[in-house]
């Protein structure tokens, strides 16, 4: 371009020194060459210069064809011919920058990665990107163009695309106007897009400039979110939280109805065991199993829901007025019989059971939260019933419930305040009458209720896990005793203590024992520990490892009410036991049935072959303490013996003994 612009401006000066006239056609000349050479380079830069590079070059023929043919009589020609090829010139100029404006704006469009159009009022694309074109199936943008929006997507129609500019430009819109929809695409697929639609000004008419954002992944992980919040991911069954929101759902339309609804609520007995025995993995399988189990029994308006641990939750709705306990308690029989059965797990067979507790709707409570909570409280009153059981929710649940309540906030602190203490029951030789063991038993005088007796606070403490240190003072305070009667006539006496499941489960009650007897002073004999059968049942092979270990210090072990339970006999082979004591609902008949006599008769000739000692408790007549030591019984405890007395009261009864050994009728001081 400068040697060009040198080249003109040397040729205008020469002829500019020689004539004016041959000036004007110099001039014309060199700017004819200047817009030659311009309009050839733009020819070949770009379309969109091309236009004005042919005027340049039209321009630059017109100026050297002017230079020859200049005169006077044709300056109009020329002046016209000029302005003219200006003008085309301008508007070549405007072209090329408009067409690169346009290209700039095109590609800054199509680098966005949301889809991007603009509508006019009556629904017809004006402009779109590439990525548009891509969500909505076409090849490319160009095919969007001109098309009206419900040509776009099948499922839109006109009076909807109408309804949606009538909001965009109604009165106090925010902007920018966001909404989600689903589209049906043409190929059948469905997206999920969020619109931001802004408003858009160009010749005083108002286009709609939408931004289509593919929302598909983060619904996705909405619909993931809504999954974690509701479903619980061991057995993608409900959770509580949807449990409860659709339980008051279904309590909504019974009332609205008139119908009624139950709730069951179902704990796995033993589950514990399982996951101790076989790890969590094989536990939650069981879950899994356990629940498919249960889902297969229920009609399809059913709920069935974890409601945590081993818990679950049925709902039964829509049912007819006075027939929701007579469905719930054939449902439950149902899910108890179908659990019973056990289950084939990592090539383990797993015995469990259910116990289920239900509350039905208006009876038993008018919204969730009280109906779970009642369906609750009769679920532990069936455990404690005894496992694969059903109960009904009852008002005497609910006083005992909120009884437990109490205790439970009683017992914190009252080992501490002092508030317990022991008593002690005398066991004796049924053929010498002589004291030879004494039972220790737990009392409570509470500060703020008063005396409680043992069957209102131990299960309490048995389902808060205050058991453990109870059963753990209960121990020292009896030890410690027993040692203080070493220059008594109680001087070899035997304690029996109770010992709950929670404790055996304690990873330090064999130390415990072993450092309350050395720190006391007492020989292991000194001690017998009694084991109910529900502790033998609830983890066998851990019950079996502390036994052996309590065997091996020389420590006793008795099982207490024997033939109450559900598999004594079984137990007596399993468990090297040293005493059975015979259950008082067994010895209170043996006067006068013919049937307990023979019950009790066997169970003594039952303990003398296999090598145990037996106590017969709950003795409280003479005749029933003669028939005892005439059928070979070795020990006698009962209110016809002494009734638990204090620890002086017990040395004064035991120095009566050693002075008259014979039996004595209901000892009381």
């Keep these: 371009m400068l040697p060009v612009i040198m080249l003109a401006s040397g040729l205008f000066y020469l002829l500019w020194r020689a004539n004016n006239d041959w000036l004007v056609r110099g001039s014309a000349a060199a700017l004819g060459l200047v817009m030659l050479w311009a309009g050839v380079r733009l020819m070949a830069v770009n379309n969109r210069y091309r236009f004005l590079g042919m005027t340049l070059i039209l321009r630059a023929g017109f100026n050297l064809f002017s230079v020859v043919t200049l005169d006077p009589d044709t300056y109009v020609v020329w002046f016209v011919g000029t302005s003219i090829l200006k003008v085309m010139s301008m508007l070549g100029l405007v072209y090329a920058v408009q067409d690169e404006i346009q290209q700039r704006y095109a590609r800054t469009i199509d680098s966005l990665s949301h889809g991007f159009l603009i509508r006019d009022r009556r629904g017809y694309v004006h402009v779109a990107n590439e990525r548009c074109a891509k969500l909505l199936g076409f090849d490319g943008a160009q095919e969007l163009i001109g098309k009206h929006v419900c040509e776009l997507l099948p499922g839109l129609s006109r009076d909807m695309a109408d309804h949606y500019f009538f909001r965009f430009q109604a009165e106090g819109t925010a902007y920018p106007m966001a909404d989600t929809a689903i589209f049906k695409l043409r190929n059948g697929n469905h997206l999920p897009v969020e619109l931001l639609a802004s408003p858009y000004v160009e010749r005083g008419r108002l286009f709609c400039l939408v931004q289509l954002l593919d929302v598909s992944e983060r619904k996705k992980k909405d619909d993931q979110l809504y999954q974690a919040a509701r479903i619980d991911p061991v057995t993608n069954y409900f959770n509580r939280h949807a449990l409860s929101a659709r339980l008051a759902q279904e309590v909504a339309q019974a009332a609205e109805n008139g119908r009624e ?243 055996l489960a304690d990873p330090a009650f064999v130390t415990l024992v072993s450092q309350a007897l050395i720190r006391n002073g007492l020989s292991p004999h000194q001690l017998e520990l009694e084991l109910t059968e529900r502790v033998l049942i609830d983890d066998t092979a851990n019950v079996q490892t502390v036994l052996a270990q309590l065997r091996a210090l020389g420590v006793g072990i008795s099982l207490d009410d024997f033939g109450t339970g559900y598999s004594s006999l079984s137990y007596l082979t399993q468990f090297q036991l040293n005493t059975l004591k015979i259950d008082r609902s067994f010895v209170m008949g043996i006067e006068h049935s013919e049937r307990s006599h023979n019950l009790v008769h066997a169970i003594i000739a039952m303990g003398h072959s296999l090598g145990l000692q037996l106590v017969a408790e709950g003795v409280e007549t003479a005749g029933q303490a003669a028939m005892l030591e005439k059928m070979g019984c070795h020990y006698l405890q009962g209110y016809h013996i002494a009734r638990p007395v204090a620890p002086g009261e017990l040395l004064r009864f035991a120095g009566s003994r050693a002075a008259s050994p014979a039996v004595q009728p209901d000892y009381v001081i």
Excluded at 347 to 367: E, K, L, M, R
Excluded at 411 to 419: K, N, P, V, W
């Design 261 to 503: 609804c139950a709730v069951l609520f179902i704990d796995l007995d033993k589950f514990k065991r399982v996951n101790d025995s076989f790890g969590h993995a094989a536990g939650d399988e069981l879950l899994r199993a356990a629940a498919d189990r249960m889902h297969a029994l229920l009609r399809p308006m059913d709920v069935l829901a974890r409601f945590g641990g081993d818990e679950f939750i049925v709902v039964i709705p829509d049912l007819a007025p006075r027939s929701a306990e007579m469905m719930a308690a054939d449902c439950a029989d149902a899910l108890i019989a179908a659990t019973a059965r056990g289950f084939e797990l990592s090539y383990h067979a797993i015995s469990v059971t259910a116990s289920i507790g239900i509350a039905c709707y208006p009876n038993h409570g008018t919204d969730s939260d009280t109906l779970i909570r009642n369906a609750d409280i009769a679920m532990y009153q069936a455990k404690k019933a005894g496992r694969g059981e059903q109960r009904v929710f009852s008002d005497d649940m609910n006083a005992m419930a909120k009884d437990a309540l109490v205790i439970d906030g009683a017992l914190a602190g009252a080992i501490d305040a002092g508030e317990f203490y022991l008593v002690y029951q005398p066991i004796i030789s049924a053929q010498s009458g002589k004291l030879t063991k004494v039972e220790a038993l737990l009392r409570w005088n509470s500060s703020l209720l008063g005396p409680v007796s043992p069957d209102r606070f131990i299960p309490v403490a048995e389902d808060s896990g205050m058991i453990i240190a109870l059963g753990t003072w209960v121990l020292e305070q009896a030890c410690r005793q027993v040692g203080q009667w070493t220059h008594s006539t109680l001087s070899d006496v035997t304690i029996s203590i109770n010992v709950s499941a929670w404790q």
